[in-house]
Nanobody, 121 residues
């Protein structure tokens, strides 16, 4: 019913920048919070940044001041601008959203398929 598709990952040198996008499509009435998570090899998935429907944001301490989350409600898209990247930012980045379905007005959560970010030293 709803798909989340991430894009923008890739290989970048330490100190560089990348912007991730996550576009939601399908039977969408509205989207509540949109969140970026990441999972590095051998580690648990961790929250990176979250943005509410009203634009309030919150970040993991490890990315504060370097990453910026934003959203375009008209496009059902969330972005993650990542600056001053470090090798420890290397991970698969996942988009997560709570979507109110237009079919039955019931909120459901969805995950994207993930996009790889690799930061070389």
């Amino acid at each position: 019913q709803v798909q989340l598709v991430e894009s923008g990952g890739g290989l970048v040198q330490a100190g560089g920048s990348l912007t991730l996008s996550c576009a939601a499509s399908g039977s969408i009435k509205s989207i509540n919070a949109m969140t970026w998570y990441r999972q590095a090899p051998g580690k648990h998935r961790e929250l990176v940044a979250v943005i509410s429907s009203g634009g309030n944001t919150n970040y993991a301490d490890s990315v504060k001041g370097r990453f910026t989350i934003s959203r375009d409600n008209a496009k059902n898209t969330v972005y993650l601008q990542m600056n001053s990247l470090k090798p420890e930012d290397t991970a698969v980045y996942y988009c997560y959203a709570v979507v109110v379905l237009s079919t039955n007005l019931v909120p459901r959560s969805y995950w994207g398929q993930g996009t790889q970010v690799t930061v070389s030293s």
